[in-house]
């Protein structure tokens, strides 16, 4: 029989089958995905999850904000906003799962706004911990703020056109 008969992909297909169900076909996978196989949430859980730690997210956000007048205020501000935006970010792990997450993050398309985002998550909190220099936390904030804006408008298809010619409208 030759490989272009219409059954030699069904014997391969079943071949696969016969070693997936009887173990032995671990041993051609890689580690990712075995561990992927291994973790898979079903929709549902997914959908809860990607929820709480969103919902959580915006929530240490809007209390840093809240707590930015109180006494250590600011420090307590960046630590909470940061690792709001850190959640929220986070969050669309449960969506796609953490390697496809790491995967679009890095595309070329948004790979600058992934790396901007990242720098001012990290100068924000040194701004408040080694620099003590609470204009610099607040403008890291604000640049975090925007970084992560943009970064979301990158996934909804032409959402940054229309932002720049918003812009360009507005300005000129």
């Known amino acids: 029989m030759s490989d272009s008969s219409p059954t ?6 079943m071949d696969k089958l016969r070693k997936q169900l009887s173990g032995e076909g671990d041993d051609e996978k890689g ?4 561990i992927s196989d291994g973790s898979t949430l079903s929709w549902s859980t997914r959908i809860k999850g990607f929820a709480i730690c969103f919902v959580l997210g915006v929530v240490f956000s809007f209390l840093g904000t809240f707590l930015l007048f109180t006494k250590n205020g600011l420090t307590v501000f960046a630590i909470c906003y940061t690792f709001g935006n850190l959640l929220a970010l986070g969050s669309t792990c449960f969506l796609m799962g953490p390697i496809n997450q790491l995967k679009r993050m890095f595309k070329e398309t948004r790979i600058i706004a992934t790396i ?22 607040i403008l890291f904030c604000i640049l975090q703020f925007l970084a992560m804006t943009w970064y979301s408008l990158s996934y909804i298809p032409f959402a940054r056109d229309a932002v720049k010619k918003c812009f360009a409208g507005c300005l000129g």
């Open 8 to 13: 030699s992909p069904l014997l391969g297909t």
């Open 31 to 34: 580690l990712v995905t075995q």
């Open 116 to 137: 901007v985002v990242l720098i001012c998550l990290a100068l924000t909190l040194c701004a408040v911990f080694w620099w003590n220099n609470k204009g610099l936390a």
